[in-house]
């Protein structure tokens, strides 16, 4: 069963652009730990400060697994500890999500 990681944050509007930095940085780390990157999302139109970014693993273990890769990652290290020191990521929720199948 595949499981999708939805993540939706409350960024700074004013550093949008380090946001985008931030999640360009996940691009390529994401996949290295053993994530499926859907992909991130910025606001474009409408709301200017809520950003979202879907990841899927085959399971939730598997979920647990890509987490401690990621932590232990030098790249992804420095980009949680990048968000913290520049504060544009004033918060966020995650949401475990299937597939709806016939």
């Given at each position: 069963m595949t499981v999708t990681c939805a993540i939706r944050y409350v960024i700074d509007p004013f550093q949008r652009e380090a946001f985008e930095a931030y999640a360009r940085t996940w691009l390529t780390v994401i996949p290295a730990c053993g994530g499926d990157l859907v992909g991130y999302w910025l606001p474009h139109e409408g709301t200017d400060n809520i950003a979202h970014a879907m990841i899927s693993f085959p399971s939730l273990a598997a979920y647990e697994a890509y987490r401690a890769r990621l932590r232990a990652d030098p790249a992804g290290a420095a980009n949680f500890a990048l968000a913290r020191e520049r504060r544009?990521?004033?918060?966020?929720?995650r949401t475990f999500l299937t597939p709806v199948t016939s």
């Open positions: 544009f990521i004033l918060s966020e929720e």
